[in-house]
């Protein structure tokens, strides 16, 4: 017989879900246009610097997941994980639209 999750489970995750994601599905439409129409720097090097984030993703999500399914706290697995990074997540997201003002070749 399999597990049942019971519907207010599901509603919370899929509400805490929905959340994360409207904050990353903005992030990812926005941040090309912004790289390379506000902040002034080519598609090519825009691109790279996607395209290098999403590499170090690639190596880093897996890591951090062996990791979080590791955790053992009073709070459970990923609580702890969540409640950690929820500030610093917020510090990059600003940081991303921050013109530092190095010109071109900064």
């Keep these: 017989m399999p597990f049942r ?52 993703d690639a190596f880093n999500d897996p890591l951090i997941g062996a990791i979080a399914d590791r955790t053992s706290s009073r709070w459970g697995r990923y609580r702890p994980w969540i409640a950690w990074s929820a500030v610093p997540l917020g510090v990059a997201l600003v940081l991303c639209y921050l013109s530092p003002g190095f010109g071109p070749n900064g």
């Design 5 to 56: 999750l019971p519907t207010k489970e599901k509603l919370a995750y899929g509400l805490g879900d929905a959340g994360a994601n409207l904050i990353f599905q903005t992030q990812i439409t926005f941040v090309m246009f912004f790289y390379t129409d506000v902040f002034g720097i080519g598609a090519a090097a825009a691109g790279t610097i996607v395209l290098i984030s999403r590499i170090f």
